[in-house]
């Protein structure tokens, strides 16, 4: 069982910037990890991941804002977003794909305009 705890969501101005990080209780037989995130009356959808090889894949909607990256001394994975834009704003979840699927609760990113 991998327990994953996120931190650094907020309430911050459109063109702003925060910082994700998930922690995790161990990243052993963890293949990725990566952050999703859920807006009100949609669906929950993949914002960024990366790979324990470092690979990385983005959302359409964040490439060239958003950056995700790893420290696996530490067992956690981080995403930069920059230029946020009120249509960011979500509770962010983090991931960590092994044999199963395991998820954080979340964190709420607010961008005001």
């Known amino acids: 069982q991998v327990q994953l705890v996120e931190s650094g969501g907020g309430l911050v101005q459109a063109g702003g910037s925060l910082r994700l990080s998930c922690a995790a209780s161990s990243i052993f037989s963890i293949n990725a990890m990566g952050w999703y995130r859920q807006a009100p009356g949609k669906q929950r959808e993949l914002v960024a991941s990366i790979t324990s090889g470092g690979s990385t894949k983005y959302a359409d909607s964040v490439k060239g804002r958003f950056t995700i990256s790893r420290d696996n001394a530490k067992n956690t994975v981080y995403v930069q977003m920059n230029s946020l834009k009120p249509e960011d704003t979500a509770v962010y979840y983090c991931?960590?794909?092994?044999?199963?699927?395991?998820w954080g609760k979340g964190t709420l990113v607010t961008v005001s305009s």
């Open positions: 991931n960590a794909r092994g044999r199963e699927d395991y």
